[in-house]
T-cell receptor
């Protein structure tokens, strides 16, 4: 079945460091790919998404490119801030016949220190 | 517009007791999803309602879990009797369109359930 694998955490960085969180997936067909973020004490929020190969999703300085050849959707940010400390989840929504169900990775905790 | 509301936000119960979680979706959202994250693991799909009908309940772990959505508005998820492995964070999400993850999904803040 479809699955998502994320790099293990936690990830600890200093402010202004470069961030990469790896995400690879296994899916039949052409899924849509997502990054969700959960800030402390809050619910899951959509950070960015990409719906087809070579699409780049971006938001709040974060980027991820849908790479079909490597089945990857790595999250990157050039300069992290303390406020980026959160849990990040990579997810996919399979197609065809998609009913909106999401398949998530295990989450990666990011801690940014001043 | 009010978001997806879940309550309680936290619940601590003893093994063998019953707990009911509630989710109020965004008004007008026909699609309602339940997910669960067990400590440190991935978030897993439990089930999907379209209005009051269960569209997909393939993720429900066993018959101790009962989900309802009477009238197609709010939903409840009852765990009876609760076991230690049921501990985790239960998330609810709603969307207006089928295929909601692709078109707009709103999650609640979750209910943290601890079974002791």
């Amino acid at each position: 079945g479809d699955s998502v694998t994320q790099m293990e955490g936690p990830v600890t960085l200093s402010e202004e460091a470069f961030l990469t969180i790896n995400c690879t997936y296994t899916a039949t067909g052409y899924p849509s790919l997502f990054w969700y973020v959960q800030y402390p004490g809050e619910g899951l929020q959509l950070l960015l998404k990409a719906t087809k190969a070579d699409d780049k999703g971006s938001n709040k300085g974060f980027e991820a490119t849908y790479r079909k050849e490597t089945t990857s959707f790595h999250l990157e940010k050039g300069s992290v801030q303390v406020s980026d400390s959160a849990v990040y989840f990579c997810a996919l929504s399979g197609r065809p016949g998609n009913t909106g169900k999401l398949i998530f990775g295990q989450g990666t905790t990011l801690q940014v220190k001043p | 517009e009010a978001g997806v509301t879940q309550f309680p936000s936290h619940s601590v119960i003893e093994k063998g007791q019953t707990v009911t979680l509630r989710c109020d979706p965004i008004s007008g959202h026909d699609n309602l999803y339940w997910y669960r994250r067990v400590m440190g693991k991935e978030i897993k799909f439990l089930l999907h309602f379209v209005k009051e009908s269960k569209q997909d309940e393939s993720g429900m772990p066993n018959n101790r879990f009962l989900a309802e959505r009477t009238g197609g508005t709010y939903s409840t998820l009852k765990v009876q009797p609760a076991e230690l492995e049921d501990s985790g964070v239960y998330f609810c999400a709603s969307s207006q369109a089928l295929g909601g993850a692709n078109y707009g999904y709103t999650f609640g803040s979750g209910t943290r359930l601890t079974v002791v």
